[in-house]
């Protein structure tokens, strides 16, 4: 069994870290907010002041944070973990970052001595609670074979993408096409209920149709209900779709698309609904009185 620290322990990451612990492995936790680490701490985690204390000793390094910058405050600097790390150490990001920070990351760790794999997953909080995510991989296959049990303890699937920040800009494509996906799912019933139909008859034909994918299946029960409780928050959309976007000025890739579903999410950060479910954008489409 491995000495893993896990650095983040919000909607994702308290899932698998709990999983890990339920694997056997030895975990040390960290937290920004202790009151999470505390909880871990009740099935047999450790907890740490600073993610260097944290990583002190471990095989295997894991952060699941918000964005580029929170990712930046635990790997970096004096109290990072990369200053805590042991050469030789398997450094793993699984956060939704842009392909550039991780490729930051992983040269910051090469100098340590370490191996980084940019490891984002994808599914939602119950695939995590439950062991079942699937993670996109960039970097060496060597280190991915020393991560696999780790990784697998997590989740059911590896898909090894390339080098470091291509398992990053596999997350971005797969979320910029979620994303629009679930706005036009929005937009539609916003539509039906505008136009006096029966939304739950009109999502249960939907379900039979050619145009529904398994989100659709999973995310219409939550939107006829208005349950905003966020599987995925949408300010962290909003952010995917900005790095989504900035990679395609970079690789002088239009994305007009995404650049209307990423400003209709703005108009929900600026009345306040960020840290609600992406569904909240039913409110934002409500036909004015």
């Not at 952060?63 to 990712?71: G, I, K, L, P």
């Not at 219409?220 to 909003?238: G, K």
């Not at 989504?244 to 609904?273: F, K, N, S, Y």
Request: with cysteine.
């Amino acid at each position: 069994m491995k000495h893993i620290a896990f650095l983040g322990l919000g909607i994702m990451g308290r899932g698998m870290a709990h999983n890990l612990l339920q694997s056997g492995h030895t975990l040390t936790v960290y937290n920004r907010t202790s009151a999470r680490a505390e909880e871990l701490a009740h099935e047999g985690a450790q907890v740490a002041a600073s993610p260097r204390a944290a990583a002190e000793n471990a095989d295997v390094i894991i952060s699941m944070v918000a964005d580029d910058h929170a990712a930046r405050a635990v790997w970096l600097g004096e109290e990072g973990a990369l200053a805590g790390a042991q050469p030789g150490a398997v450094c793993i990001d699984s956060s939704t970052l842009s392909p550039a920070c991780m490729r930051e990351l992983a040269q910051h760790a090469a100098a340590r001595g370490c191996a980084f794999l940019d490891a984002p997953v994808t599914g939602s909080k119950a695939q995590a609670e439950n062991g079942e995510l699937i993670f996109f991989v960039g970097g060496d296959a060597d280190a991915i074979e020393r991560a696999r049990p780790v990784l697998m303890a997590m989740g059911k699937t590896i898909h090894h993408l390339g080098a470091n920040g291509s398992g990053a800009m596999m997350k971005l494509i797969n979320n910029l096409i979620g994303g629009v996906e679930q706005l036009v799912l929005v937009e539609g019933i916003a539509l039906a209920e505008a136009s006096g139909m029966d939304t739950a008859q009109v999502a249960s034909v939907l379900t039979q149709t050619t145009v529904s994918p398994i989100l659709f299946q999973r995310k219409l029960p939550q939107l006829l209900a208005r349950n905003y409780n966020a599987a995925f928050s949408l300010r962290l959309m909003h952010k995917d779709m900005t790095y989504a976007l900035a990679e395609g000025l970079d690789h002088h890739v239009p994305l007009p698309t995404v650049a209307a579903a990423r400003e209709i999410m703005h108009i929900g950060l600026a009345q306040g609904l960020g840290e609600q479910d992406v569904m909240v954008l039913r409110e934002v489409l409500q036909p004015a009185k």
